[in-house]
Every structure is written in structure tokens, then in C-alpha cells.
């Protein structure tokens, strides 16, 4: 099963990476519609797209905007935006609102069961701590697990959650040299990221959700997580990986 990564940065996105973005194209699947969610037409495998939002943060849902063309020339028969009850609202009536952007695509949105249940794939999450609220999910497919948990603080009630899983997706926006920002902002630092996933006994870790104020090659300490956790990559728009 193929997974690719189609924004890895962080708040707004710069010259190397695009805001909040996976894709499963096999299965119809994406998680989080950030500035990359453009990048979804040209990788379609499927008539219907699910859509799993984290939380309702700008960088994780304006991309639900650049999808009418698609759905008007029927390049997706069904588009599901799935989502906490509270996130839904918030993008019908702000992000779709008549002054900000007044057309709304024919989405269904569809609020949060415990575990749901789609061709190929089995997804259940988990609350997460970060303004506003956030969540992660986990998602079995094909014998794998793969573990989604992007704008959160490490603060281990949802370490259960994720263990023993194929590949874990962890945000990293700071690294350990500005780890006090990370109380005040809801986010994670490197050396905290590679521990929980040494801790969780996971089987690789990928670091995403990067400060867009760092496009150098090593915005994150990556030789610290390796340390901790030598399984860790740090990823990069548009990598593809197998689970």
C-alpha cells in the first residue's frame, strides 16, 4: 500500500514544503486538507475520496476550497469530508462562508463514529491536546498500522494508542533548542517525537508539520532523533513511502 506525503510543513506554506497533506491513493483516502490538498487531482486512483480532518486550523482544511473543478468534471463521484461535529461546522460557516468563499463543493460531511469501517480499511482516533482541539487516527490496512498525529503536544495519553504500529506520522515543529515554545504553542519537539516512538515501540517515524520559518535541509535536529530512535526519516513534499 503506497502513502504519499503531499504537504509536510507547518502554519503557512514556503518554497519547499506545502501545509497538511497524506494520501493513500489506492484506497481513496486523505488526511487533513491543507495548501496541498491541490495536489490530490492528479494523483485520483478512485471515483470516491474520503476526507479525515484533524482539527479546523487554516492549514488543515483551506485545500477543501481548490476541489470544485474536480468534482464538476466528475473526475470523483463522492467526495466524504469526515470530521469532529464542531470541525464540520466550522468550515461550512467560516471557511464557506458568502464573504470568504461562497461556492461550497457538493461535500458530504459526515461527523465522527468510534471506528469506521471503509473498503480495505479499518480507522479509529483519538483526542489530542492543542488549541482549539485536534485528533489523531489510526489506520489498519493490508496487516499494517499506520498512526496520523499531527498539532499536539507529547504528553502521553495517547501513547496506547499508537503502539506497536508499522509507521507513525508525528508532527515536529520545533527542534530541542526551542522546546519552550511548545507549551505555549500546542506542539512537539525532536527529541520528545523520537522518545515517544522508542517508548511506543513503533516501527518507523516520520517527522512531519515542520516550522516553515526552517526550509534548510535540517530544520528539526535529525541526527537527535536518530539518537533516540535511529528509525526516524524526516519527511519531504511529495515522498512516497510503502507501509
Known amino acids: 500500500m503506497r502513502l504519499l506525503f503531499l504537504g509536510t510543513g507547518g502554519y503557512h506554506p514556503n518554497e519547499r ?10 484506497l481513496g483516502i486523505v488526511l487533513d486538507a491543507g495548501s496541498s ?20 486550523h487554516l492549514d488543515h482544511i483551506q485545500g477543501l476550497t481548490f476541489f470544485i473543478v474536480p468534482m464538476l468534471m466528475g473526475m470523483v463521484t463522492r467526495c466524504r469530508v469526515h470530521a469532529d461535529a464542531a470541525v464540520i461546522d466550522a468550515v461550512r460557516q467560516h471557511l464557506f462562508s458568502q464573504p470568504v468563499f461562497p461556492v461550497l463543493p457538493d461535500y458530504e460531511f459526515v461527523p465522527l463514529t468510534d471506528r469506521i469501517q471503509l473498503p480495505g480499511v479499518t480507522i479509529t482516533h483519538v483526542p489530542l491536546k492543542h488549541p482549539g482541539g485536534s485528533r489523531g487516527y ?3 490496512t493490508g496487516g499494517k498500522r499506520l498512526a496520523y498525529i499531527t498539532d499536539t503536544m507529547v504528553d502521553g495519553t495517547y501513547t496506547e494508542f499508537i503502539r506497536g504500529v508499522d509507521v507513525l506520522i508525528h508532527e515536529c515543529y520545533f527542534p530541542d533548542e526551542m522546546a519552550q515554545w511548545c507549551e505555549k504553542t500546542g506542539h512537539s519537539h525532536t527529541s520528545q517525537v523520537a522518545t515517544l516512538a522508542r517508548d511506543a515501540g513503533v516501527g518507523r517515524l516520520f517527522l512531519i508539520h515542520i516550522d516553515p520559518q526552517r526550509p534548510d535541509d535540517d530544520p528539526v535536529g535529525l ?19 510503502e507501509l
Do not use: C, N, W, Y
Not at 17 to 26: D, F, S, V
Not at 37 to 56: C, E, I, N
Open 138 to 140: 489510526l489506520l489498519e
Open 17 to 26: 514544503r506545502h501545509t497538511a497533506g497524506l494520501m493513500l491513493p489506492e
Open 223 to 241: 541526527a537527535t532523533a536518530r539518537k533516540i530512535f535511529p528509525a526516524t526519516i524526516l519527511a519531504e513534499d511529495l515522498m512516497e513511502i
Open 37 to 56: 490538498f491541490f495536489r490530490v487531482q492528479s494523483r485520483l486512483q478512485t471515483k470516491v475520496l474520503d476526507v479525515f480532518l484533524t482539527h479546523a
